[in-house]
């Protein structure tokens, strides 16, 4: 994992690029830049592990660039649950919930994210209110998607229960998948 300088994204990408991310989306360039300058930005290189279950959680992150897959151990066996891509939020979930980690996050492909902490984050409830609830507005929506794909994997799995049948390709194919990475145990 490499840190690299706050501004430094903003430089090489651009506002607009900034503005096109779904979980900035709205915000001013200047609550933007100071989430970047005030938080830790870092790059992942493919297979590295971002966070295990157990770890403290401290904030969330938001992919700038790349793509995070998200795995739960399970039967012995670590099962892709969901990508992360460029735009979205990972961590939300963990922090808003008050809980450790609860899945491993691997990095799919080089992969550029801020760490935005829980103390930032209050900041910014502070400093920038009108600011602050586009954001809540923002991954509101994204957990609200994921709700909606998690129902429509159940109702999947129950009528394939239902009526005793494999799918025969019926079915919806999930939007995320993938073959997973290998997995780097550095961290």
Same mark, same amino acid.
């Given at each position: 994992m490499?840190?690299?300088?706050?501004?430094e994204p903003? +430089?090489q990408?651009?506002?607009?690029?900034f503005?096109a991310?779904s979980t900035f989306?709205?915000?001013?360039? @200047?609550?933007i830049r100071s989430?970047?300058?005030?938080g830790?930005? /870092?790059?992942l290189s493919r297979g590295?592990?971002?966070?295990r279950?157990?770890?403290?959680?401290?904030?969330?992150?938001?992919?700038l660039k790349?793509t995070i897959?998200?795995?739960?151990?399970h039967?012995?066996r670590?099962?892709l649950t969901?990508?992360?891509?460029t735009g979205?939020? %990972?961590?939300?979930?963990? /922090?808003i919930?008050?809980?450790d980690?609860? @899945?491993?996050?691997?990095?799919q492909?080089?992969?550029?994210?801020?760490?935005? @902490?829980t103390? +930032?984050?209050?900041e %910014?409830? %502070? @400093?920038a209110?009108d600011?602050?609830?586009l954001? /809540?507005?923002?991954?509101?929506?994204e /957990?609200?998607r994921t709700?909606?794909?998690?129902a429509?994997?159940?109702?999947d799995?129950?009528?394939l229960?239902?009526?005793?049948?494999?799918?025969?390709?019926?079915?919806?194919k999930?939007?995320?998948s993938?073959?997973p990475?290998?997995?780097?145990?550095?961290r």
């Amino acid at each position: 994992m490499k840190t690299i300088a706050g501004d430094e994204p903003w +430089q090489q990408w651009g506002a607009d690029y900034f503005r096109a991310l779904s979980t900035f989306g709205a915000l001013q360039d @200047s609550t933007i830049r100071s989430l970047l300058q005030t938080g830790k930005v /870092m790059e992942l290189s493919r297979g590295e592990v971002l966070y295990r279950p157990g770890d403290k959680t401290v904030g969330f992150y938001v992919i700038l660039k790349g793509t995070i897959a998200l795995y739960m151990h399970h039967h012995d066996r670590d099962a892709l649950t969901r990508l992360y891509r460029t735009g979205e939020q %990972l961590g939300f979930v963990d /922090m808003i919930g008050l809980h450790d980690r609860w @899945s491993t996050s691997v990095a799919q492909e080089p992969t550029v994210l801020v760490d935005i @902490s829980t103390d +930032q984050f209050y900041e %910014l409830h %502070l @400093s920038a209110p009108d600011d602050f609830g586009l954001l /809540m507005i923002n991954l509101s929506r994204e /957990m609200a998607r994921t709700v909606i794909t998690l129902a429509e994997v159940i109702v999947d799995q129950s009528v394939l229960i239902a009526t005793g049948r494999q799918d025969e390709g019926g079915g919806r194919k999930p939007r995320d998948s993938v073959a997973p990475a290998d997995v780097d145990n550095k961290r």
